[in-house]
């Protein structure tokens, strides 16, 4: 580790700034809360500067545009919470001890994903593709969950906490987008609903917001192959009155491959999940109505 090596990742931390976004509606109804933990785009010269991967391929790691295609949700009702920093450079949907053998305590055991390089500070896009030139210090490690990975947890629990407080219960949308085929070719249905086969939420919050994509003729599958990851598996308690649901949209339907960007149809999904958010909201909202009564 040199000092340009110190100085390109203190350079990396402040130019995340504040790490997360948080955009609150002007009423918050029903205690939803949308979440995007891998939108974030911005990818400092520093992070460039030591990585051994093009930026465009960098990329295709990150959930493109689904913060913005989510974004609705302020205005129907509920806050979104999004990530500034890309899932390369740290990863909140794995659990902070999530590392590999060489980074923890002498003894303690890894997880094979974590020594395969995709733990919560990635080294590996691939098990056969590294991100850095040299490897990643210890000490950049932990001052990036410092930084970035505990503020973002922090304010998604302050969210949940908050809510509990307002409505009594909480339900996060978990939001991310997965490629359009599976590595043998196939392609995967538009829509898969997580929710750790049953225990994250009540089987009726699941089962209508599938109604809700079928409705509008989206195939939907549920937790093959995403069934969630630590955030749907942490903070799911339905028995606490905490539910989460992960959203996994396929890139094919809004996403051009090669270039990255928006393809016509993205639109046409803009629309349909402002109906579909709409409608979790409103069903979230007159059940707790009822409930009231």
Known sequence: MTMRDIKLEVDCLKAFGTAVDIVRPEHWRAGVIFASPHSGCLYPDG????SAVPLNELRRNED???????????TLGAPLLSAR??????DVNR????????????????TVRANAGLGVVPTHLSETNEIYKKPLSPRFVKGRLVSLYHPYHDALQGLIAESSLKFGHSLLIDCHSMPGFA?????RPDIILGDRFGVSCYPET???????????????????PYAGGYVTSHYGKPMSSIETVQIEVNRDLY??????KPKRSYERLAANLE???????????????????
């Open 206 to 224: 699941i089962a209508a917001i599938e109604t809700a994509f079928r409705q509008l003729n989206y195939t939907v599958a549920r937790n093959y």
């Open 95 to 110: 659990a902070p001890d999530e590392l590999p053998e060489m980074w923890l305590p002498s003894g303690t055991q890894s």
């Open 47 to 50: 992070f460039k500067a030591r």
């Open 183 to 187: 590595p043998m070719g196939s392609r």
């Open 275 to 293: 109906t579909i958010i709409k409608g979790i909201i409103d069903s979230r909202a007159q059940n707790s109505v009822l409930a009231a009564q």
């Open 64 to 74: 493109a545009f689904i913060d913005r295609l989510f974004s609705v949700s302020t």
């Open 85 to 90: 920093f890309p899932r390369c450079f740290v």
């Open 255 to 260: 996403l051009n491959p090669v270039t990255l």
